[in-house]
């Protein structure tokens, strides 16, 4: 079935740093998402991306949907300490397809 | 404005035995969608409901079963519960059966001795 493969695995920042993550396919999507989920709770909707090359931003944060269809990008800007969670991609194709979930990327930040 | 809400938060059962999940979109939502999320792993879809049936499913055995009510709540029902079905379990809400955007409840956290 599809996978995605989210990079890196983890990371640590530095309270103010940018930070930058992907996500892989090895088939293509036609909506790419992006949450994120702190401990003990769901995963909250940040991004929701539905054309190849779209970039949005939500306040800190700007995703794109690669070109290929295949890869989307998270980055966020001067990185605060309520940013520290683990940082889902999900993909999906048109129509009513469920959604496919990255492993994620744990992100600390350092004050 | 109230969001989707899931109960119990935490359950602990024994293997062999049943359980059932319970719960409620958030307001004007009328389809709801299960995952299974294992530790340190993303969420697996297990299926989604509309419209009090099942219109999509995951790769996920007969044990797991579901229901959507009239006010389109749901349940989610695991039988002859196994230890590996232990997880946080995600019940998601949507605006329509298409849309993607996806809005998660806090889970129901499983654990199976």
């Known amino acids: 079935g599809q996978q995605l493969n989210q990079s890196p695995q983890s990371m640590f920042i530095q309270e103010g740093e940018d930070v930058s993550m992907n996500c892989t396919s090895s088939s293509i999507f036609n909506t790419w998402l992006w949450y994120k989920q702190d401990p003990g709770e769901g995963p909250v909707l940040l991004i929701a991306?539905?054309?190849?090359?779209e970039l949005t931003s939500n306040g800190r944060l700007t995703a794109q949907f690669g070109i290929t269809r295949k890869d989307s990008f998270l980055n966020i800007s001067a990185s605060i300490p309520s940013d520290v969670g683990i940082y889902f991609c999900?993909?999906?194709?048109?129509?009513?397809?469920?959604?496919?979930f990255g492993k994620g990327t744990r992100l600390s930040v350092i004050a | 404005d109230a969001g989707v809400t899931q109960s119990p938060t935490h359950l602990i059962k024994t293997r062999g035995q049943q359980v059932t999940l319970r719960c409620s979109p958030k307001?004007?939502?009328?389809?709801v969608s299960w995952y299974q999320q294992a530790l340190g792993q993303g969420p697996q879809f297990i299926f989604q409901y509309y419209e009090e049936e099942e219109r999509q499913r995951g790769n996920f055995p007969d044990r797991f079963s579901g229901h959507q009510f009239p006010n389109y709540s749901s349940e989610l029902n695991v039988n002859a519960l196994l230890l590996g079905d232990s997880a946080l379990y995600l019940c998601a809400s949507s605006l329509v059966a298409g849309s993607h955007e996806q809005y998660f409840g806090p889970g129901t956290r499983l654990t199976v001795t």
């Open positions: 307001s004007g939502h009328d389809t």
């Open positions: 991306l539905y054309k190849a090359g």
């Open positions: 999900a993909g999906a194709n048109s129509g009513n397809t469920p959604l496919v």
